[in-house]
């Protein structure tokens, strides 16, 4: 995802090396083409500028210039605060304290969601964990079949009742994950293809009758400043406790995946690394700005 913004910025770095002393004036044009690449990879215009103005600040306020291999000082700098944008440290989801933790998740159509609650299920599974699937999108029939498709699949229960009523299909599935020992209930919510209102009611009621320990938002990196907005929205609206970015193995510029932590606050807290059920990777900052930078 992120190759034609790691080639360009390893083209900055290089010329940066080749220059041995630094001048404030080689910081500013390096830090230029920076900016240019940053919002060549569809970075929101905002995030990139107080990006640019941090690391100018950092490399020309310390002794960067002065020291002895200055343009490594500045892209250990971009580097760092590479890792603070996308969130500085690993976020992980919050387990009840009491079982079980509820995962709400929730997103657009399209965005991975449902393929998404599976690997999430394979993954918590792994780690020894008990958890139970709930097929929570009843207006999309083809929904419900793919989540007991995943199921049968991973060998993991799929809680169902068809086209009930989701805020009723949620509550019963929780109160059988607890009478039958499963320990995380992960709820593959509706989605459409835009956000509306009664999307967002139906989400809410979710919300009030089970109080999810974790709203997690399924988002398209491949949908760039798009899914930025949509998870800002759903921010505002819900109120989420992370992102689950999806796609990222795809081409697309990378901009998403960059700017979403900074524009709503929210963590992202897993990767989608491609369609199949054990590609969904715990979200690392320091690792992701190292895959960028190379
Ligand atoms: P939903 O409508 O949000 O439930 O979306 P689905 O789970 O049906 O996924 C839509 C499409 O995206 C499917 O073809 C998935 O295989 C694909 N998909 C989901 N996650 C990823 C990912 O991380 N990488 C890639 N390449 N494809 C994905």
Do not use: C, W
Request: no cysteine; hydrophobic share 45%.
């Amino acid at each position: 995802m992120f190759k034609g913004l790691g080639e360009r910025l390893d083209e900055i770095f290089k010329s940066l090396k080749g220059k041995g002393r630094l001048t404030e004036e080689d910081v500013n044009q390096a830090m230029r083409e920076v900016k240019m690449a940053l919002l060549e990879a569809d970075v929101n215009f905002k995030v990139v500028k107080e990006f640019v103005a941090q690391v100018k600040e950092r490399a020309v306020g310390q002794d960067v210039l002065a020291s002895l291999s200055p343009a490594q000082q500045v892209i250990k700098i971009v580097k760092d605060e590479l890792t603070e944008l996308l969130g500085g440290t690993q976020a992980k989801i919050n387990m009840a304290a009491k079982p079980p933790t509820i995962i709400m998740l929730v997103g657009l159509q399209g965005a991975g969601k449902t393929t998404t609650a599976g690997k999430l299920a394979k993954l918590l599974s792994k780690q020894g964990r008990r958890p139970l699937l709930v097929a929570a999108d009843i207006y999309r029939p083809a929904a419900i079949k793919q989540l007991q498709v995943l199921g049968e699949q991973l060998q993991i229960p799929v809680f169902s009742l068809g086209q009930e009523n989701p805020v009723k299909i949620a509550q019963a599935a929780v109160d059988q994950a607890g009478s039958t020992g499963k320990d995380v209930v992960i709820i593959d919510t509706a989605g459409r293809l835009h956000i509306n209102e009664e999307l967002m009611g139906e989400l809410a009621e979710i919300k009030t009758a089970v109080k999810p320990h974790e709203i997690l938002l399924v988002v398209d990196a491949m949908t760039g400043q798009e899914a930025v907005n949509v998870a800002d929205t759903f921010n505002r609206k819900l109120g989420l406790d992370g992102i689950i970015m999806t796609k990222l193995d795809g081409d697309a510029r990378g901009g998403a995946a960059l700017s979403v932590r900074k524009v709503t606050g929210t963590p992202i807290k897993f990767a989608g690394m491609g369609e199949k059920l054990d590609a969904l990777e715990p979200f690392h900052p320091d690792r992701m700005a190292d895959r960028i930078l190379g």
